[in-house]
């Protein structure tokens, strides 16, 4: 084989999956493939989450001679403290109708999260363009890829697909910034996989205990 491919087989290697044991976790940040009995799973590793998903099914009965793999969602960061939160809903209600944005980050030298907000070279009530992605310290990972919609509702967008099409985060929206009860819309990106889901029920608490 030749040198370029040998390397990429290394950087992103597939596995058969065993029959008889389970098959082992990624040691390592990266991905790789799992070639299980029912289709192909997308194993995603960062130091602060593993997701395991099928991204493939087969297309013919063939029997395959592997074993089974189950979706996994492992956030070994731990949960993201909902006070940040807070402190974004705040951002979202001093910035409306102009759409913010903001990052939520976790050391994993010393398990500290804390919230960035982002700049952009142009932000409106109702687009956000060229923001700059902000100078992490040492150890730091993105994890929640938080932004507003002014007064509109809270949704992914197709833009919003396409920036979140390589990321590995939470993606999180918060829309009707200036009515009582803000709209959500939460996701989980995996290179590729968007996954919606609901809203952390501590998260939740924080956005409904404001008192406007």
């Known amino acids: 084989m030749n040198p370029g491919d040998s390397l990429l087989q290394m950087s992103f290697p597939s596995v058969m999956v065993p029959t008889r044991e389970s098959v082992a976790a990624f040691d390592r940040p990266g991905e790789r493939l799992l070639i299980a009995t029912d289709g192909v799973y997308l194993e995603v590793v960062r130091p602060w989450i593993r997701v395991v998903r099928r991204i493939a099914r087969y297309d013919v009965p063939t029997a395959i001679p592997y074993g089974r793999v189950e979706a996994v969602t492992q956030q070994l960061c ?16 001093t910035g409306h109708p102009i759409e913010v944005m903001a990052w939520i980050v976790w050391n994993a030298l010393t398990g500290a999260f804390r919230i960035v907000q982002l700049k952009a070279k142009s932000q409106g009530a109702g687009h956000i363009e060229g923001y700059q992605r902000p100078d992490l310290a040492d150890g730091e990972h993105l994890i929640v890829d938080c932004h507003s919609h002014g007064a509109y509702g809270a949704y992914f967008s197709p833009t919003d697909d396409k920036d979140d099409a390589f990321d590995v985060k939470f993606a999180f929206v918060l829309g009707d910034c200036g009515h009582e009860r803000l709209s959500t819309a939460f996701r989980l990106c995996a290179k590729g996989i968007f996954e919606k889901s609901a809203l952390p029920k501590s998260w939740r608490g924080v956005l409904d205990a404001e008192v406007v």
């Open 78 to 93: 731990g949960p993201v403290p909902p006070q940040l939160i807070a402190e974004f809903r705040s951002m979202a209600r």
